[in-house]
């Protein structure tokens, strides 16, 4: 690992001007490239005190032995410069999107004496119109076998070209009138490349042309009684719009865009981008990039635009490009793609309309492509055992941790703190084990504290288990908190329900820093567990903390263990937080019925039936409340001083009108729908697994 300020230039050797720098390391290989407005402010960013630094940026300038940089004119320069290195070096460092497969256009050969029709894949050749890229070839047939019955051109190879001009005799196309036949004579070159020109036309979107000219053909060819000719053209206007449905109308005015989308977390970003021409889709793609250096929304759409018009020319490179967040700056990037096109583009976020709805379905399609880019990484049982092996080696541990538990504190301002507990075993999420907790040792907001009273409970009643089940030695006593007398928290231990807290772990991980890892820790030395490793997963920083070290665990950038830890982190966060928000949501549409002991949802929706209101409900006397089926007098009396003790409801304003709503309790309370209108789960088959403790 190199020290950063042995190959430190002086500040006065660096030009203050814009410019593209290079990392190299000790084998003079380029690790990063980069570009600057200002090279010296840019540079003396990277040689700060390492503390200071992005894991990822601390991880480059370490591996990195030497500096140097090239001086240009303008920043579009720097852009133009910085894609022609990245592609030259191919730098270790930068983001680099790479996909697995090439994506298919539908090419048209303007370049051939008798143009062709055919999907073509890899770079583009000059003199080739290009329509796509599509997601597969398949789709490009489907349209070119429509297109085939108006748009007769040639899609044969050369070979089988040259071999029908020798014999005479056209292929099959050329038979059932899906090819002009050029090959045998029957149409010149002429024609030809103008009927290869209105196919492109025609795939380009200017479509209306070509249909009102068909249907006037066909009036004319009925008025003339050839209902044959008629019938053909009827057929050859059904299969022109049966190939424009393919690529539904999304934008008005013929609108030229691509829509570029970005969905990302801390360690990979999709990337999906949209071909809108002529006001269609006409074209799919994206990108998975692992993030191994630090950067920002707006830099990750600044290498998705190097990617995508780095090679391109004119028309490829459209009027407009929508962007989820603009490079900073984004001048320099604008100019750049109109010097590409040859006039002027649009580079901006789309803020309403037909344009912005496009948009959401660009996101929700990258958003897609990483979730399921992170499916098929985790269902992959050499990665996941990779990435145990990692682990353990990273945490100092014996065997690979099989089983994991994760561990996370949520609440809203201190109010309805919960935490949560999920469990992988063998690198796969395990939801049956999944555990959610209520915490009662104390009220406010103390994640340290609550982190400890949650280990504590977890495992005091993993020492209860062992002990029941004859598997405890030493003679340890685990009899506290209710453990000795066969219950805990209210839960029956003989009651055939499986036991759930079994089964230990090899590995404790919890949800953020020092603070954290040391009260689960403390919570298990207390019970006197010292089999079990304990780490944390600090979000910010992605640091993996374990206990009594001053100094975090970084894992490699590109490390599966790293990415195991992660995806086990955000799976307790997410448990946690859809507890917390269906406890909120109890909470604010809780009532005075609720304070009534005994009185179950069933027998409270009785009650409300009955009077039709709780405003009606308060003022019933207590034989009246007795007439309700399953309402004995002693609840009954229970009701009637829970409401006489219930402060009623503040009038409600209409703050339209100013009118006071005096019969604001007329109405039953919804019981079925949360604060915000997101339904509440009650009773849920995944209440099996979030059982409260």
Not at 233 to 261: C, G, Y
Request: with cysteine; charged share 30%.
């Amino acid at each position: 690992m190199a020290d950063p300020s042995s190959y430190r230039p002086k500040p006065g050797d660096i030009p203050d001007s814009p410019g593209v720098y290079r990392f190299r390391d000790e084998h003079r290989r380029v690790i990063y490239v980069g570009k600057a407005k200002s090279l010296r402010q840019r540079l003396a960013n990277y040689f700060q005190d390492l503390a200071n630094l992005h894991p990822r940026t601390r991880t480059m300038v370490t591996t990195a032995a030497s500096v140097e940089w090239t001086v240009v004119s303008t920043e579009v320069e720097a852009l133009q410069l910085e894609y022609s290195w990245i592609k030259e070096f191919d730098p270790r460092f930068n983001v680099k999107y790479r996909d697995d497969k090439s994506y298919p256009y539908l090419a048209v050969t303007m370049n051939e004496e008798f143009p062709r029709v055919q999907v073509m894949r890899g770079h583009k050749k000059k003199g080739v119109r290009y329509f796509g890229p599509y997601a597969h070839a398949w789709a490009i047939r489907d349209t070119v076998d429509l297109l085939l019955r108006v748009f007769p051109v040639r899609t044969c190879s050369a070979g089988v070209f040259k071999n029908a001009a020798r014999t005479g005799r056209p292929c099959l196309l050329g038979y059932i009138g899906k090819c002009s036949a050029p090959c045998v004579g029957r149409i010149s070159a002429e024609d030809h490349r103008e009927l290869a020109e209105e196919f492109c036309d025609f795939m380009a979107g200017r479509t209306g042309t070509y249909l009102r000219r068909l249907e006037k053909q066909m009036r004319e060819a009925a008025e003339e009684m050839e209902y044959e000719r008629a019938a053909r053209l009827r057929d050859d206007i059904e299969a022109l719009k049966k190939a424009m449905e393919k690529n539904a109308v999304v934008l008005a005015d013929a609108t030229d865009a691509d829509l570029i989308a970005v969905a990302e977390d801390e360690l990979e970003a999709a990337v999906q981008i949209f071909h809108v021409r002529g006001g269609r889709v006409r074209g799919q793609r994206g990108w998975v990039t692992d993030k191994v250096e630090e950067v920002t929304t707006g830099a990750l759409v600044e290498h998705a635009l190097q990617q995508l018009y780095g090679e391109e020319t004119g028309d490829a490179v459209p009027k407009e490009v929508l962007v989820p967040a603009l490079p900073d700056p984004v001048v320099p990037v604008q100019q750049w793609l109109t010097d590409r096109r040859g006039s002027n583009v649009s580079l901006r976020i789309p803020q309403r309309g037909d344009k912005k709805a496009l948009m959401e379905t660009v996101q929700r399609n990258a958003q897609q492509a990483l979730a399921l880019h992170k499916t098929k990484r985790a269902s992959d049982l050499t990665t996941r055992s990779r990435a145990l092996e990692e682990i353990a080696e990273a945490l100092g541990l014996d065997s690979a941790p099989l089983r994991i538990e994760c561990y996370d504190i949520s609440h809203l301002q201190g109010d309805d703190v919960v935490a949560s507990m999920v469990v992988f075993e063998d690198g796969l999420q395990r939801k049956s084990e999944y555990r959610r907790f209520q915490i009662k040792g104390f009220k406010g907001q103390d994640d340290v504290r609550s982190m400890h009273e949650v280990i504590t409970r977890r495992f005091r009643r993993y020492l209860a288990e062992k002990e029941k089940t004859g598997e405890w030695t030493d003679g340890e006593d685990a009899s506290t908190n209710g453990a000795a007398n066969g219950s805990w928290n209210g839960f029956a231990e003989d009651d055939g329900r499986a036991k759930r807290f079994a089964y230990p772990p090899q590995l404790v991980v919890v949800d953020g820093g020092q603070p954290q890892v040391a009260a689960a820790q403390r919570a298990l030395d207390e019970l006197g567990i010292d089999d079990i490793a304990v780490c944390g997963l600090a979000k910010r920083l992605e640091e993996v903390w374990v206990p009594g070290e001053d100094d975090p665990v970084v894992l490699p950038r590109t490390s599966e263990g790293l990415y195991l830890l992660q995806r086990v982190r955000d799976e307790a966060h997410r448990f946690a937080i859809s507890y917390q928000r269906t406890k909120r949501a109890k909470r604010f549409r809780a009532g005075p019925l609720d304070d009534v002991p005994g009185l179950g949802e069933t027998r409270k929706q009785a009650l409300i039936k009955h009077f039709g209101s709780v405003k009606k409900l308060r003022s019933a006397t207590i034989d009246q409340i007795c007439e309700v089926p399953g309402i004995g007098r002693k609840t009954a009396e229970a009701i009637a001083v829970a409401l006489a003790q219930a402060a009623p409801a503040a009038p409600a304003v209409n703050t339209a009108t100013g009118e006071i709503m005096e019969d604001m309790e007329d109405a039953a309370p919804d019981t079925t729908r949360g604060s915000a209108g997101e339904p509440v789960p009650t009773g849920a088959p995944d209440d099996r697994r979030g059982q409260e403790t």
